[in-house]
C-alpha cells in the first residue's frame, strides 16, 4: 500500500509564497508520473500541475509563470512550489502519483489546506 504525505499548506497573503511537499512510500513499483491537484469548494478538483519521472513538466494554463513542479526519483518527494498567489488558488491541494505497473495504479495523499487573503 502506497502512503503519501503532504505538508506546507496553510495561510499566506495575495503576492505571498508557498511550497508544498508530498513524499510516497511503501511502493513496490516505480513511480511514473507525480503531481498536484486542487479542489476549490463547489468546484470540480482539477490539474494543477504534473511532472513524468524523466522530468517533463505540465501546468494548467493559470498557475504557469507562478508555479513550479519538480522532483527527487530518489527520495520520491514531489514538491510544487507556488509563487505569486492570489486568492482564487485557494483550494485544497492534493498530491497524486502513478505506478508504473500494469493498471498505472494512481494514489492520492489526504489533502493540504492553501488559503490565499485578498
Known amino acids: 500500500q502506497v502512503q503519501l504525505v503532504e505538508s506546507g499548506g496553510g495561510l499566506v497573503q495575495a503576492g505571498g509564497s508557498l511550497r508544498l511537499s508530498c513524499a510516497a512510500s511503501?511502493?513496490?513499483?516505480?513511480?511514473?508520473?507525480m503531481g498536484w491537484y486542487r479542489q476549490a469548494p463547489g468546484k470540480q478538483r482539477e490539474l494543477v500541475a504534473d511532472?513524468?519521472?524523466?522530468?517533463?513538466?505540465n501546468y494548467a494554463d493559470s498557475v504557469k509563470g507562478r508555479f513550479t513542479i519538480s522532483r527527487d526519483n530518489a527520495k520520491n518527494t514531489v514538491l510544487l512550489q507556488m509563487n505569486a498567489l492570489k486568492p482564487e488558488d485557494t483550494a485544497v491541494y492534493y498530491c497524486?502519483?502513478?505506478?508504473?505497473?500494469?493498471?498505472?495504479?494512481?494514489?492520492w495523499g489526504q489533502g493540504t489546506q492553501v488559503t490565499v487573503s485578498s
Open positions: 511503501g511502493s513496490i513499483f516505480p513511480i511514473n508520473a
Open positions: 497524486a502519483v502513478d505506478l508504473q505497473n500494469l493498471a498505472r495504479t494512481r494514489y
Open positions: 511532472i513524468t519521472r524523466g522530468g517533463n513538466t
